[in-house]
């Protein structure tokens, strides 16, 4: 398999892709960078022009196989209506929900999960690690977790999608958002709607809740089969809003009833584990909360 790191977004230390390369081949893959990987330009990983230009090779280009982006951040926002199809798995996660964004569009798999830096830093049998490459390899994953207080017992099967909410928020109104995603698809059969995972960090309370109302207003929160809430890092809980982000989010989906799963180990933590993307994904709460996505061979 022969992987390309590209930077679509924020500046990445050179040092971590350096790292994540001996890793990756160290797994027996093939690993090439894009030309401008390692370019700053302000916050940004090179000029919208350069970063564009990364992207469109590493898709374009037939012999990569997949696509691993070195950080998120912020930039491909300013970009994404240049980006070609995306046709093969991007790996990544917080700014790079654009791109699963645009694999969702043709329903193509992609990998929400760590980057460069914790590829390069994460302890070989850290679970982020083992999961990531078992990934690659094809092979299908399984979570568990302890059951948080608000979840919403049940169990759902669908495709997952969604990522950094923040980002998803600035995608609403566009043909890329995540209404137009479920429209795409629609009729779903209710028992095989989509499952939604949401994450964030560093945002005011009230802003989570503006963005869910938004997500409800809009019928996303209402065309989904379950929900999954992973980490919102650094989102301190507003004692003006009278309870915390959870509580704000169970009471913005509390008129549906499909299984809502909280405190996933899922975001802005070293503990971020993968999940494939537009894949057939099973989740249950009950005594535990439970997480299992097919596996697909890159």
Not at 252 to 276: Q, R, S, T
């Given at each position: 398999?022969?992987?390309?790191?590209?930077?679509?977004?924020?500046?990445?230390?050179?040092?971590?892709?350096?790292?994540?390369?001996?890793?990756?081949?160290?797994?027996?893959?093939?690993?090439?960078?894009?030309?401008?990987?390692?370019?700053?330009?302000?916050?940004?990983?090179?000029?919208?022009?350069?970063?564009?230009?990364?992207?469109?090779?590493?898709?374009?280009?037939?012999?990569?196989?997949?696509?691993?982006?070195?950080?998120?951040?912020?930039?491909?926002?300013?970009?994404?209506?240049?980006?070609?199809?995306?046709?093969?798995?991007?790996?990544?996660?917080?700014?790079?929900?654009?791109?699963?964004?645009?694999?969702?569009?043709?329903?193509?798999?992609?990998?929400?999960?760590?980057?460069?830096?914790?590829?390069?830093?994460?302890?070989?049998?850290?679970?982020?690690?083992?999961?990531?490459?078992?990934?690659?390899?094809?092979?299908?994953?399984?979570?568990?977790?302890?059951?948080?207080?608000?979840?919403?017992?049940?169990?759902?099967?669908?495709?997952?999608?969604?990522?950094?909410?923040?980002?998803?928020?600035?995608?609403?109104?566009?043909?890329?958002?995540?209404?137009?995603?479920?429209?795409?698809?629609?009729?779903?059969?209710?028992?095989?709607?989509?499952?939604?995972l949401i994450e964030d960090i560093a945002e005011r309370h009230y802003h989570i809740?503006?963005?869910?109302?938004?997500?409800?207003?809009?019928?996303?929160?209402?065309?989904?089969?379950?929900?999954?809430?992973?980490?919102?890092?650094?989102?301190?809980?507003?004692?003006?809003?009278?309870?915390?982000?959870?509580?704000?989010?169970?009471?913005?989906?509390?008129?549906?009833?499909?299984?809502?799963?909280?405190?996933?180990?899922?975001?802005?933590?070293?503990?971020?584990?993968?999940?494939?993307?537009?894949?057939?994904?099973?989740?249950h709460s009950g005594m535990n909360s439970a997480l299992r996505t097919d596996g697909?061979?890159?």
């Open positions: 398999m022969h992987i390309r790191i590209i930077s679509p977004s924020g500046v990445i230390d050179p040092a971590y892709i350096d790292e994540s390369v001996v890793r990756l081949r160290s797994w027996g893959f093939a690993v090439s960078e894009g030309e401008h990987a390692r370019d700053v330009f302000g916050r940004f990983a090179g000029t919208d022009e350069a970063r564009l230009a990364d992207i469109k090779d590493a898709l374009l280009d037939p012999t990569v196989d997949a696509v691993l982006c070195s950080r998120g951040g912020y930039g491909l926002q300013r970009i994404i209506d240049q980006i070609p199809p995306v046709t093969k798995p991007i790996i990544g996660f917080s700014d790079i929900t654009e791109l699963h964004q645009l694999a969702a569009i043709n329903n193509e798999p992609s990998v929400h999960g760590i980057m460069c830096k914790h590829i390069a830093s994460l302890p070989e049998e850290s679970e982020p690690i083992v999961a990531l490459r078992k990934i690659l390899a094809g092979e299908a994953i399984e979570y568990t977790w302890e059951a948080h207080p608000l979840n919403r017992n049940g169990e759902a099967e669908g495709v997952l999608i969604g990522g950094n909410l923040s980002v998803l928020y600035g995608l609403q109104g566009t043909r890329y958002d995540l209404r137009s995603i479920l429209d795409s698809r629609s009729p779903i059969p209710d028992n095989q709607r989509p499952i939604l809740d503006r963005m869910l109302r938004n997500l409800r207003m809009s019928g996303v929160l209402a065309n989904i089969g379950g929900l999954i809430v992973g980490q919102f890092s650094d989102c301190e809980d507003d004692p003006s809003m009278g309870c915390t982000v959870y509580e704000t989010i169970k009471e913005v989906v509390a008129d549906y009833d499909y299984p809502v799963l909280f405190n996933a180990p899922i975001g802005h933590v070293e503990h971020n584990v993968p999940l494939w993307f537009n894949m057939h994904t099973t989740i697909v061979l890159i």
